[in-house]
């Protein structure tokens, strides 16, 4: 059991939102995550598994996460209880419209190889003190509130993107050293390049020689997700690509991604989205249609 202090404050514009979570006792997420936004995590307390692609990364206090849109992501609890993180979405869109000039420039610490940025000891400084600003914003939301948060969280973004890659120890991720975790980083990747084709435990146990049992129980280990949950994310995902940027039929759609079984892929997809395959594509072209006038 956990119990959760939360403040949240949403951008009237709707071009972002923030929200600070503080979680007493042990807590892995259990909702599917990817999202058509940018997400930039930065946990303030405590210490956790971040699974960002293809692989883990141990998190820790003064950390930041960057999460580019449509990536699958998923954090997880490593034993130790009670943490405190901050959660700030962008979209696109508004980022290009604020920042017509600059928009290249803010989203770039998105699209690093290693999306865990952490600070050198003589730079926390600086990075608390614009955490702490947007906490006591959020907590106070006196006149002009919105405005104070938008200049703290563009700060954030150039905090990390002077952070540039390479010029400070990242974070190796969580499989560094571990045979076990190399090897489910690996059987990670095979699915991501194979989740189209039939797939079962079974058949990807043999393909690398272990047991199914040891499969089964190590990938969710190594990823905080089931087997079979990965791969379904993986098809629907795609399955969300396509409806969104083809003309394809949905049922040729449902096959092109792996699913032999129209009736389950409706469902799975309405699980996931809360729409039918053919509600989230009149809605997908009905947004772009609007962002285009």
């Excluded at 994310?233 to 096959?255: F, P, Y």
Aim: with cysteine; hydrophobic share 35%.
């Amino acid at each position: 059991m956990s119990a959760s202090t939360r403040t949240s404050f949403q951008d009237p514009s709707g071009g972002w939102d923030i929200d600070n979570l503080k979680r007493k006792g042990h807590f892995s997420m259990t909702a599917n995550h990817f999202h058509p936004y940018y997400e930039l995590y930065y946990l303030c307390e405590g210490e956790r598994m971040y699974f960002v692609k293809d692989r883990a990364y141990r998190v820790k206090a003064g950390d930041m996460v960057f999460i580019d849109r449509q990536v699958l992501h998923k954090t997880s609890d490593t034993g130790v209880p009670d943490h405190e993180r901050i959660v700030i979405n962008y979209q696109h869109e508004w980022l290009e419209q604020a920042y017509p000039h600059d928009a290249a420039i803010l989203v770039e610490p998105f699209r690093r190889e290693y999306p865990v940025v952490s600070l050198p000891a003589q730079q926390l400084p600086e990075l608390k003190r614009v955490i702490a600003e947007i906490i006591n914003e959020m907590r106070l939301q006196e006149t002009g509130c919105a405005i104070r948060l938008r200049h703290a969280i563009i700060e954030l973004l150039l905090i990390a993107v002077r952070a540039k890659s390479g010029d400070h120890g990242q974070p190796a991720p969580a499989d560094h050293g571990s045979p076990m975790h190399i090897r489910m980083i690996k059987v990670v990747q095979f699915l991501n390049e194979h989740y189209a084709e039939p797939l079962s435990l079974t058949d990807v146990a043999k393909q690398f020689t272990i047991s199914s049992y040891y499969l089964s129980r190590t990938f969710k280990s190594a990823t905080g997700f089931a087997f079979s949950e990965y791969i379904n994310l993986l098809r629907l995902k795609e399955s969300q690509r396509l409806l969104r940027e083809t003309d394809l039929k949905i049922t040729d759609i449902a096959l092109r991604t792996g699913f032999d079984n129209f009736s389950h892929f409706g469902k799975a997809f309405k699980k996931m989205s809360g729409l039918s395959p053919r509600s989230y594509r009149s809605g997908s072209r009905m947004n772009a249609m609007r962002q285009q006038v």
